[in-house]
């Protein structure tokens, strides 16, 4: 695959159905047997085509990823909201994060091949030309033991676990930091 046919841009609002798409394709990958099925189901219809549209318009802060002009995952970031997480002065250990990845999905067939990990540094650049460093801080669902191990492979240090309600479920997340 040519370097040239992977694109990683500012998602804009002609991006919503592409989003909304990979979001359905991602989650139903990835939390199945996780979250209970109509937990599951509320949070990918909550996150329509309509809603990718509204968010769209008022936020800078998500990224696409196309391949060959197909959509393959998004990614959002911004300022961190660690200071307002449920236990989140136990979960930070003393850092000081800026930034935070709030999510990066990607649809199944694009998982495992690199494209995440480049995903990753994207976002990551993209919040430092923000100003918005140093420091960063990602959480994902610890039964995600996929993401979880992907965050430390690209040298996440554990910052903790916090229970959280996902969708009306009570759920783990693990806390993964940057310095």
């Given at each position: 695959?040519?370097?040239?046919?992977?694109?990683?841009?500012?998602?804009?609002?002609?991006?919503?159905?592409?989003?909304?798409?990979?979001?359905?394709?991602?989650?139903?990958?990835t939390y199945?047997?996780?979250?209970?099925?109509?937990?599951?189901?509320?949070?990918?219809?909550?996150?329509?085509?309509?809603?990718?549209?509204?968010?769209?318009?008022?936020?800078?802060?998500?990224?696409?990823?196309?391949?060959?002009?197909?959509?393959?995952?998004?990614?959002?970031?911004?300022?961190?909201?660690?200071?307002?997480?449920?236990?989140?002065?136990?979960?930070?250990?003393?850092?000081?994060?800026?930034?935070?990845?709030?999510?990066?999905?990607?649809?199944?067939?694009?998982?495992?091949?690199?494209?995440?990990?480049?995903?990753?540094?994207?976002?990551?650049?993209?919040l430092?030309?923000?100003?918005?460093?140093?420091?960063?801080?990602?959480?994902?669902?610890?039964?995600?033991?996929?993401?979880?191990?992907?965050?430390r492979?690209?040298?996440?240090?554990?910052?903790?676990?916090?229970?959280?309600?996902?969708?009306?479920?009570?759920?783990?997340?693990?806390?993964?930091?940057?310095?």
């Amino acid at each position: 695959m040519l370097a040239s046919s992977v694109i990683i841009r500012v998602a804009r609002p002609q991006d919503a159905e592409d989003l909304a798409l990979v979001h359905e394709q991602s989650w139903r990958s990835t939390y199945q047997g996780i979250l209970p099925h109509l937990a599951l189901e509320r949070q990918i219809a909550a996150r329509s085509t309509q809603w990718w549209k509204r968010v769209l318009t008022k936020s800078r802060d998500i990224l696409i990823l196309k391949i060959e002009g197909e959509p393959a995952g998004y990614c959002s970031a911004g300022r961190s909201t660690l200071g307002s997480h449920p236990n989140a002065m136990s979960a930070r250990k003393g850092a000081a994060f800026k930034g935070e990845i709030f999510e990066l999905y990607l649809k199944p067939e694009y998982q495992g091949l690199g494209f995440g990990s480049r995903f990753f540094d994207a976002a990551r650049e993209t919040l430092i030309s923000r100003g918005i460093a140093p420091g960063l801080v990602v959480w994902s669902l610890s039964d995600n033991e996929q993401a979880c191990a992907f965050y430390r492979a690209k040298g996440g240090r554990d910052l903790g676990q916090v229970k959280d309600c996902f969708g009306g479920v009570s759920v783990m997340k693990s806390g993964f930091g940057w310095s």
